[in-house]
């Protein structure tokens, strides 16, 4: 009786590879970092009412209203991912005399509770002294 | 030994990617790497902190963290009515608790040391220039010489070990010193719980200490108050406050002109010497003390100061470029003049 010499590879082989594949796949995929398409935008972070974290495309740059002690104070983003706070309710308006700030600045508006970071790309810096 | 196929080559594939894949979850930051971080308002400004080490110490470091902050703010707040700074200004006496007689013995420490020009009872001058109600004025003259009457720790403020007094008309106002006195408290704090490394930002006034887990020096950047970007970096493994005192952040505008918050306490006049003054020091008190010192100082007398005592500091003139103490470039890289 002659014995036939398996193959390196059989088709279980075969389908385990696949079932490898499939599964690294889906493992990868599952993990992956979020990643940003070609177009830029600002990240800013935002503390009022709602506090929260925003993507803003510099393509189609806006003004975002956000509610503070005394009232909504108007946040502005410019195409050069530059932010402002463009409007406040407080007394004394150092906020908006402040103007344009950008990353990884930000303004902030005590009296109203309002402030908003423009949140770096990169995390070259631990902090920045003001 | 068979020919190796198409199918070995998707074999090895698969093998690699897969390991590929259990590298890279495997290498994700450990618990190690954990960093709790948050920002809250307060001490009239936004304070963040990040504490790195384990979840279930860095959480809760954090968070004690912040209270200490808290409670400072509560303490020694000028417009709060019933901190005790508050009831002081109002009472003209108080008994103090054992943490607010710490900050007033901090205070006359710092009065001394910078000669007189760190000294709280500047808020007579805020309130002649309208910068509590917001209306920006400048005092007359004559309202001048009345006001420099109301000035001096050394003369207006009685400190026993039992209480504090002030002398009538007098008021006080913290700033300057009470940021530096709570990042203090807060790093005791975070200390209290957790011995990994922690990173303080009071406003832009900010403390590191401690080792950071990637293995990467403290980098920090200094703004540069004339446009958008950094005046100077700083890099170090070392624990350190680094403290910056402007005349952009705060401010009130009388007749056009802006008035900063920062006082010359020996003329009555805001100092306007600089846009911006950077100190590094080996505590958050002394940082927030002497950049509010060297400040108020006129250029010829902080420069002085500033090399005597070997304090590392960058100015940023009114007018004119960038320079900085002795040992000031040892410290700051990257200066953009």
Redesign the interface.
Known sequence: MTTKALPFVTKVDLYLMVLLLLLSSIIRLSFREPSDSTEKYLKIRVFGKPSREMKIPLNHPKKVGIQGILGTSTIECDRAGRVRISFSPCPNQICTTTGWVKSPFGVCCVPNGVVVECVPDDKEFDGFSR | M?K??K??V??W???I??GC?FI??VS?PSDAHFAAHG?K?MM???V?I?VYGAEETAKPALQKGFKAMADVDKMASFHLRDSELGRLNSQGFIIPSASFALLLQDTTNAFDISEGYFDPTFAVLHKAYGFY??NGRTPSDDEMKNLLDEIGWNKKVRLTRENISIASGTLLDFGGIAGGFAVEEAAAAIKSVSSSAF?I?D????W?EGR?PNGFP??????DPRG???LA?IETFDSIA???S?D??????AEGKKICHIMNPKTGKPADYYR?V?VIAGNPLNADILSTTLFAMEPDKARQFADEKNIPAIFLPASGTTWMSKSGSKWFSNIVP
């Open positions: 068979p190796s196929s199918y070995d998707i074999f594939a698969a093998f990617l897969l894949t890279t979850r994700r920002s308002i009239d400004t936004i963040s990040t109600d917001g990173f930002d406003g832009g006034d900010l590191m950071k403290w980098k920090v950047a200094v703004k958008e970007g950094s970096v680094v403290s910056t402007g952009y952040e705060r401010f009130v505008m911006s950077t």
